[in-house]
């Protein structure tokens, strides 16, 4: 398999979802701008969300993905059948008792993401009628992670779209309905996520059936016992334990710099949000793609005993991830100016709005590169299955960024926030890979220095270009002019890329080399 071709698949179909994505937060922007409804919407969407990475992208997957790998290789595609089996109906009976505890205690769960919430009572209405949201994803993620390690990667990366696609519907259509009946539009928002959840998980049923692998959920006391006590089961419960603690501690941050945004002031919070989804592209397209195809692969590689393959494997993403992140955290920093006016600057979002959620944007941007690399770097320990190393880097990393925030917070109010969070993930990255590289489990192929080197000279030549565009054109002044500006910021971008990439040729960079096959 060309692992490149794969990951280019993923990232084309994640490229599909991120534009549509961006299309929402528009949509969405121009909708609600930066208002206390839109504060109240994010908190309550961040809730499900929440806890969608917490246990059904998260812990879930960092556990049942690489044990149903080493399962398929030992046992063959029987076994595997049976443990698929055995997992859904654990994870289905744990869905139903979390989603009813969760619509049930809303009120403590937003008031801990977010006392300061001006429309708090809203949200809580949001957060009941979204929870059941994290049901539907985490039968997704268990579906995603059987295809995938099926190496049948198109259909979950094309689903999450369909969120995309029924929240601007909702917007779109339901919002004016609502408002003419006397109810606020922005909970057809809300509707919209709840749809966009049954979709996905309705679409990528036929796929499991396609290759025999359709999950028997067991409803008799008698099959979920016998469920329980599966010995796969069994391991990934135990890889769930230090997974789910690491992966907590990431969510607990986060908690915590919502709550801390919910006192910045109204806007605060949808500042954050709309600098989050624009910094969340490139993390997608490059950081779940390969960590996507990468996992399974290096599981493989592990359950073989071949350390080679499994440190070549290695090299080859965070070569890519040299290559493709740093210019994305460059334009991030010197060009977000024109990529927020661009994007949001319409309607109910102002001027100001963009210079708020550009200072939020430029803090991401510093962090970049590390949220990519732990993508692949994480997935190292736990194709090892070493979980354990990764949580006590992070619990060190969240107490590292509340320091930060107590540095930067301060002076630089919500953008102190994403500031921290950049930080904080640099330094994570660089603790995984010094992990790996003293346990003898990654050693770096010859040739990095030149390579490195030549990246750093075709991205400066990029910075120059795209930092002499940021001041050039009046982005923010540009408002009624919106064709013009989307034409200077596609000029621009497309100028860019090109110069990066014919730097990187002059200076005897082959792209060819990447076709890694795994």
Known sequence: MNLLRAASTISLFTLGSRVTGLFRDVLLA???????????????????????????????????????AHTRSADGDDATRRLIDAAATVLFWALVATCAVGIVASPLVVWAMASGLERFDNAVVMTRLMFPYIGFMSLVALS????????????????????????IACAWWLAPRLAAW???????????????????????????????????????????????????????????????????????????????ASHQGVGAVSWLFYADRLMEFPTALLGVALGV????QLAAAQGRNDSAAYSALLDWGLRLVLLLALPCAVALLVFSNAL????????????????????????????????????????GFYARQDTRTPV??????????QVFNLMFVPFL?????????????????????????????????????????RV?????????????????????????????????LAAFLVGAGLLYFAVLAILGTKLRQFAQRG
């Open 293 to 296: 195809v990468l996992t399974p």
């Open 340 to 379: 927020v006016a661009v994007l949001f600057q319409r309607g109910a979002f102002s001027a100001a709005d963009v210079q708020k959620t550009v200072s939020a944007l430029m803090g991401y941007g510093v962090g970049l590169i590390g949220l990519v690399a732990v993508k692949i770097l994480a997935p």
């Open 144 to 167: 995603s992670g059987v295809l995938n390690t099926w190496k049948r990667f198109a259909m979950p990366a094309a689903t999450p779209v369909l969120l995309n696609v029924s929240i």
């Open 413 to 453: 109010g919500h953008a102190g926030l994403a500031l921290s969070i950049g930080c904080g993930a640099l330094v994570n990255a660089a603790c995984l890979f010094v992990g790996l590289k003293r346990r003898g489990a990654y050693v770096p192929a010859p040739g990095w220095r030149g390579f490195a080197l």
């Open 30 to 68: 121009s909708q609600f701008g930066a208002s206390a409804w839109m504060d109240a919407f994010n908190v309550a969407f961040r809730i499900p969300n929440l806890l969608r990475r917490l246990f059904a992208e998260g812990a879930f997957s960092q556990a049942f993905v690489p044990v149903l």
């Open 182 to 260: 006397g109810i606020e539009p922005i909970y057809a928002l809300a509707a919209g996520v709840m749809l966009g959840g049954v979709l996905q998980l309705a679409v990528q049923l036929p796929a499991l059936a396609a290759i025999g692998a359709f999950p028997r959920i067991g409803l008799l006391p008698g099959a979920v016992r016998a469920a329980w006590h599966h010995p796969g089961v069994a391991r990934i419960l135990g890889q769930m334990g230090p997974a789910l603690l690491g992966v907590s501690v990431a969510q607990f941050s986060l908690l915590i710099n919502t709550q801390i």
């Open 456 to 488: 750093a000279v075709a991205n400066i030549a990029l910075g120059m270009l795209l930092g002499w565009g940021s001041r050039w054109v009046d982005w923010v002044g540009l408002q009624a002019h919106q064709w013009l500006r989307i034409g200077w």
């Open 392 to 401: 006590k880097i992070a619990i060190w990393v969240l107490v590292l960024t």
